[in-house]
């Protein structure tokens, strides 16, 4: 049995359909692993969730300065996992940085965060909203 080098961005000779979107979008696949992320925004919070498989908590830098919550991690591969005889590695070790605009309203001091079996959950509270005051009018 003959083993051939896989190489997903090979062209059939057959499949012409989307050249040109492989030609434009793999550059961007390659370069840009970035996590996939839902926010969804609940009465008094806002949940983030990130999808960050093959990583743990201790991988995973979250911080807020000012208005920007930024989702961090650094994760390289060992020397020694890269000689272990791979005939083809599609898994790897991703290192990214993403950035989200926190919204007017929240309580930036009162942001949570739990990682478990691969999903970051992160729950940003939002401020109490203010409540009208009755103002008494003196004579």
């Not at 926190?102 to 999903?119: H, M, Q, S, T, Y």
């Not at 992160?122 to 005051?133: D, Q, S």
Request: net charge positive; no cysteine.
């Amino acid at each position: 049995m003959k083993l051939v080098k896989y190489n997903p961005n090979a062209l059939s000779l057959f499949d012409w359909d989307g050249i040109l979107d492989r030609f434009f979008d793999d550059d961007i696949n390659f370069n840009f692993n970035y996590p996939s992320v839902d926010i969804v925004e609940e009465k008094d919070k806002y949940v983030m969730e990130a999808e960050l498989p093959g990583l743990t908590d201790k991988d995973i830098e979250l911080k807020v300065d000012g208005n920007l919550l930024t989702l961090s991690s650094r994760k390289e591969e060992k020397k020694d996992e890269k000689k272990k005889g791979y005939i083809l590695k599609e898994r790897h070790k991703m290192s990214f940085s993403r950035s989200f605009t926190l919204p007017e309203g929240v309580d930036r001091g009162n942001i949570k965060a739990e990682f478990k079996n691969g999903l970051l959950r992160i729950l940003i509270a939002k401020k109490p909203a203010a409540k009208p005051k009755l103002i008494n009018i003196n004579n």
